[in-house]
Nanobody, 126 residues
Framework: QVQLVESGGGLVQAGDSLRLSCAASGRTFSSYAMGWFRQAPGKERESVAAITGSGITTYYVDSVKGRFTISRDNAKNTVYLQMNSLKPEDTAVYYC???????????????????WGQGTQVTVSS
């Protein structure tokens, strides 16, 4: 059983920064692409960013490009989301997820991920 544990959320003001971390269990972490998603109250869970197993390729949704950076440290089984220039509309519960092996299609597709963390709350005040 894979466990994903997010941390680093909190309450910040607009323009501030936060770094989220997601620690994964298991010995094959580097084999899997990882993603960050978020869910605001009353809204569907949406993709934010994704990163391949090697960490070489990253993907971002348009709303966070230039502000958020996804990275990973395979030696520590951890994926990060550095969030800069935060806006009130970034307020949400943020989840990390592990992408299924061998699946094709968009890295932004929720269905391509099989394990999810419990989430960490990010609140950005104006």
């Amino acid at each position: 059983q894979v466990q994903l544990v997010e941390s680093g959320g909190g309450l910040v003001q607009a323009g501030d920064s936060l770094r989220l971390s997601c620690a994964a269990s298991g010995r094959t972490f580097s084999s899997y692409a990882m993603g960050w998603f978020r869910q605001a109250p009353g809204k569907e869970r949406e993709s934010v960013a994704a990163i391949t197993g090697s960490g070489i390729t990253t993907y971002y949704v348009d709303s966070v490009k230039g502000r958020f950076t996804i990275s990973r440290d395979n030696a520590k089984n951890t994926v990060y989301l550095q969030m800069n220039s935060l806006k009130p509309e970034d307020t949400a519960v943020y989840y990390c997820a592990r992408r299924r092996l061998g699946v094709g299609g968009s890295y932004f597709s929720r269905g391509s991920y099989d394990y999810w963390g419990q989430g960490t709350q990010v609140t950005v005040s104006s």
